[in-house]
């Protein structure tokens, strides 16, 4: 994507363990409030911490909607509702047309939540009790169409599942759809909820800590995982007097290992140069860089020595994972909106939990908040395989 084409945000929200919506998210940032809890989630018992959504079990879906119900297509609508979105999404549907408008959403698990209860209720035959046997809810598109048809959209319908990287590389692919003239306006996000197959998989590597997570501590003992829904609406940059816009993006895929990154952070680093250059930018021009972070042994290594040796000290770069959690496919567009959070109030957070930093780590690594006017913020996405996504965001 060139820096001659920037689409406009005309609207962004998030749900997670802080709440739902953006103000809830900036004043727990400003609080350095977490959202992690001690696992209470079920058929889980795991001993480890974890970024719940509060309510997400009493949502219920428009009855027009109820065969996509699900856990995780309960909390895409529970995000939905926040800050205007169907409002801001409706006009512009109004505006071009329903077909002008894709959905592209990114996730990793999905719907497996309600796949694993269909296990666990198998009848006496070894089939799906009747309320589960639900096609749609079995898919890792399920999310995808969910949003689609709860936005009454008719454009492209497109799932994203690239691991932890999934949210972001939906800016991306949206940004080329609307570049290419195949649509006016695109709605993108992510959303990914706690599972038994989420937990016990990170579990299985030896990844989960027993504690709140520490990001880029140099102590830390591995992530703490958390479920959200991240959402933003792009459009052609003439159809919206939006003050914020997607100046870049970056994409490498470096096929390093399935599940750790590149030991030199190639792909991180080349994703990390194309955003910038796709903005047309200098790394010194980035005031805010919202780090993948995950407080993996591996991945804040290798994060923090390419922050290091890319960007001038003066860039501030923290990871907010100790506030929600890991969010898996749901990370990119939750940590897009803490990015554009940080354009709209000028307010950096730092990384809380963080005491003593990792040796790897440079200047740019603050554990505190700070208060600056920055021009350009950059998130930094990472998954499994190899799968790296870097987003630039700055003002119109």
Known sequence: MGSSFSPAIAAHTATSALGAGRDAH????????SGLRPNDFPHAPLACWIGRVEGVE???LPPALADWSCRNNRLAWLGLQQDGFLDAVAAVRERVGARRVATVMGTSTSSIGETEQAYRELDADGRFPEALARPIVHTPHSIGDFVQRALALEGPAITVATACSSSAKVFAQAARLIRAGVVDAAVVGGVDTLCGSVLYGFNSLELVSSEPCRPFDAERRGLSLGEAAGYALLVRPDLADAPLRLAGCGESSDAHHMSSPHP???GAELAMREALQAAGIAPADVGYINCHGTATPANDRVEAAVVARMFPESVHASSTKGWTGHTLGAAGALEA??????LEHGELPGTLNART????????????AARAQVGYALSTSFGFGGNNCALVFGHA
């Open 58 to 60: 009493a949502v219920a």
């Open 337 to 342: 909106v803490v990015a554009l959070l940080a």
């Open 357 to 368: 930093l990792d040796a790897a780590c440079g200047p740019q690594i603050r554990t505190g």
């Open 26 to 33: 900036r004043r727990a940032l400003l609080e350095n409030r």
């Open 264 to 266: 030199e952070g190639l």
